[in-house]
């Protein structure tokens, strides 16, 4: 009954095909003192629903969310850099989600499949944040072509904070130890992938990713994820004569994330977790500062948006704070 007797008030309780349409959600209830202020509701919650029909019918979107991911792929994702990596990530995602209509998804049924990411995936805080940006990004590019009316159903979920992550970077014997377990390998490819993340700070991936056609003159042209490119000076001899001798053109490596783990633990060097290929551009970082590099340098060929992600690494400069004395009033005033 959509109407009844509730602790001496009367209560609209309303489940109707339609309805979050209109007011936002699948089920209304609002309490009344009279029983006739009740029915005026409903038959002005009614009118609404039927204020199109027959006349103009409202259309159902039959579809679902593995379809607007497809959509939106064909008309945008596949122009990013990483569309195809973040393609896959958002079909996993829908799959979790159930693949429900497009229409009908809600912000609990994200938030039930970011929990099943976190405690049964065992993926990071900043994994899920990303992962959501991305579902983010679908409705609002499709409603930016206007091939979705509706709101962005997740438009209310904030990012989950993230802890500052413990940086770590490599000392000179660790360097060492982990160089002689990589060149060892049984995969050739991990040496030189671990060379180049050592010579220019590139993520693991860039690395991994290269072509022979990005590394001539003496400098590594490295494509990231935001689609920003940096040609970036290099000086390694040996990896040089590797890859005259090899004389591969495309692509130059295979995958080798796996046998860097493996030498990581042979060299029994402990690293936070989520930090395991990224300890080479750590280390690159750490080494640029500490033999005196410029922060606005480090910050062009890491890449950053921002310099706020560069200045965890300033401290490491051996002069950093060593001109704090000099820049006081006091000292400028000679008092």
């Known amino acids: 009954m959509a109407i009844r007797k509730v602790d001496n008030r009367w209560l609209v309780d309303l489940r109707i095909n339609g309805l979050q349409k209109i007011v936002g959600k699948k089920r209304l209830r609002k309490k009344f003192p009279t029983k006739p202020e009740a029915i005026r509701f409903e038959v002005h919650i009614l009118n609404q629903l039927n204020q199109d029909k027959p006349w103009n019918p409202i259309s159902t979107d039959r579809r679902t969310l593995v379809d607007l991911i497809d959509r939106w792929y064909k008309a945008h994702g596949n122009t990013l850099v990483d569309g195809k990596r973040r393609y896959k990530c958002l079909l996993q995602l ?9 229409s009908d ?7 039930d499949a970011r929990h099943h990411r976190l405690t049964i995936d065992k993926v990071s805080l900043n994994t899920v944040n990303h992962e959501l940006a991305y579902l983010k990004a679908v409705f609002n590019e499709l409603d930016r072509i206007d091939e979705w ?13 993230l802890l500052d992550s413990e940086l770590s970077w490599l000392n000179e014997d660790q360097v060492k130890d982990l160089m ?3 060149k060892n390998s049984s995969n050739e490819h991990v040496y030189y992938v671990a060379r180049i993340c050592l010579n220019t700070g590139a993520r693991w991936g860039e690395a991994e990713s290269l072509t022979r056609s990005q590394i001539r003159d003496g400098k590594i042209t490295l494509q990231s994820k935001n689609g920003r490119s940096l040609a970036v000076p290099y000086a390694d001899p040996e990896l040089d004569t590797w890859l005259d001798e090899k004389k591969r053109q495309g692509a130059l490596f295979s995958g080798c994330t796996g046998a860097f783990r493996k030498a990581i633990d042979r060299a029994g060097i402990l690293l936070p977790a989520g930090q395991l290929t ?11 500062m500490a033999s005196g590099g410029d922060i606005i340098t480090l910050k062009e060929v890491l890449r950053h948006e921002s310099l706020a992600m560069t200045v965890r690494y300033a401290h490491l400069a051996p002069d950093h704070l060593a001109d704090v004395p000099g820049r006081t009033v006091l000292s400028r005033l000679k008092l």
């Open 105 to 111: 998804v809600t912000s609990t049924m994200y938030i």
């Open 278 to 288: 990224h300890v080479c551009r750590h280390t690159f970082a750490s080494n640029h």
């Open 94 to 102: 829908a799959k979790l989600m159930g693949d429900p209509l497009a």
């Open 180 to 182: 002689k377990e990589l």
């Open 149 to 161: 009316q509706p709101e962005n159903p997740l438009r209310k979920i904030r990012k989950l904070q």
